[in-house]
């Protein structure tokens, strides 16, 4: 069996869904018969669960769809608490917020795995510190992207100048996926179509929106149901 990829996941802005997709995409490659990894370089905010321990709904989420338990290798080097950019939270509390730390961290997992899915943090330029950003991440290692486009007013926009971006780092797009963030979103299949004729790289499929039973709740990593729920609506990249 041929190895995969690992891919890079980011999306149109924060908040679009990507790590929807990412368990989806992870589940998607277990089905395959891989043994696949999730992967954070950073994440901004934290919450206490009820056993008082300090976690992550994305970690808590990449986790429950890689199949591993809190004991098994650690997928985030940052976890850092406040919500917000990264690197205003990590300068505030004196952290340096360092590409090499990153991609140590994820050569490590891929030791253990055949693939890692790598979930950006917000957007495709976020930075990481004063002279690097999550694209310089990408470019380090090289990663297939695959962009999460959230299905709202601004998202073509959002959307072809994250594909630039990638581009413009001679990185290539893998594939994109639309998430229905809300059903009332006005032309949906207009602005669906819109994306299609101006995004040259291979549609995955379209999300719905969650039904209620699925949403995520705060503070709470999503349900394997709703990855799976999401894993049927999309299709891994050709190839694999
Ligand atoms: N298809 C969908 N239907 C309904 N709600 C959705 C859908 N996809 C995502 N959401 C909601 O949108 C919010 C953001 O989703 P998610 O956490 O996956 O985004 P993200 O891009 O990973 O955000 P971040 O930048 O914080 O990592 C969540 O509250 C989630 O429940
Ligand atoms: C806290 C949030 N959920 C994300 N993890 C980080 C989003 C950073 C966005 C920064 C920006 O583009 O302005
Ligand atoms: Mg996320």
Redo the contacts with the bound molecule.
Sequence with gaps: MNQPPSFFVT?T??????????GALILKLQEAGYKVSGFKPVVA?TYIDAQGGQLN??IETLRLASGLSAEDEKICPYVLDSAAAPHIVAQKIGVHLDTTVMLNAFQEIKKTVDCIVL?G??GFLVPLNDQDDLGDLAQALDLPVIL?V?MRLGCINHALLTCEAIQSRQLSIAGWVA????EEMPFLKENCQALQDRIFTPYLGR????PAHL??V?NAP?SLEALRF?AQHIQLPDNI
């Design positions: 999306g802005d924060t908040e679009v869904g990507k790590t929807l997709v990412s905010g709904e994305d979930e943090a917000g999460v959230g998430n229905t963030l809300t999300i719905p929106t969650l949403r995520k705060e999503y999401a």
